[in-house]
């Protein structure tokens, strides 16, 4: 049903995209949906959290904690922070633009989620901020809020879309510009 959601949802838009269009193309009625869901609101949300996973059998959230945990090498932390937004971004970034336009289009409940994705978003940042920070990782005198700003600032989905969508980028060659943004910014070199 997510799957099927996510297709239509993205070529046909929010507001376009009606739950009986959903539950037929699924093979689902739309009291499931409303069951399972909420409506198109809780839907998106449900798509967009499982795009936050990734695509490898351990969430992307838990790998990149790993990471951050066992890394010795900052630049090679980079490296793999790069590589983590090449991965996610492309599941993760068009929803949270269906979720933006949807809520600048003035869905009051897109509107919410958007607050709250963000907020969600910004303190994972917050989150591994810390943790490179109490490993000793980056450049000294950097403070958790820079750095969670700069993290912020990498894995936006407006990122994504003016790279990816807009010019064309591969999602590899974002990862490898946001590698060398983390790099100039958090290590100081």
Do not use: C
């Not at 069951?35 to 795009?51: C, D, M, T």
């Not at 600048?104 to 917050?126: P, T």
């Amino acid at each position: 049903m997510l799957r099927t959601a996510r297709g239509l949802l993205l070529s046909q838009g929010f507001g376009a995209t009606t739950i009986a269009q959903i539950a037929g193309a699924a093979g689902v009625s739309a009291e499931s949906v409303y069951k399972n869901f909420g409506g198109k609101p809780g839907l998106v949300r449900a798509i967009y959290e499982e795009s936050l996973l990734g695509s490898g059998e351990v969430p992307a959230e838990e790998r990149s904690d790993a990471a951050q945990r066992a890394a010795e090498d900052p630049r090679a932390l980079m490296a793999q922070l790069g590589r983590f937004v090449a991965e996610v971004s492309p599941l993760g970034s068009p929803v949270q633009l269906l979720i933006r336009d949807a809520a600048a289009g003035g869905d009051s409940a897109m509107a919410a989620l958007l607050r709250e994705v963000d907020d969600a978003r910004y303190a994972r940042m917050l989150h591994n901020a810390r943790q490179v920070i109490a490993r000793g990782l980056l450049a000294p005198g950097l403070g958790e809020v820079q750095v969670a700003d700069v993290f912020f600032a990498v894995t936006s989905a407006e990122l994504y879309e003016t790279l990816v969508l807009k010019r064309g980028w591969t999602p590899e060659r974002l990862g490898r510009f946001v590698e060398a943004t983390l790099v100039a910014n958090l290590l100081g070199t």
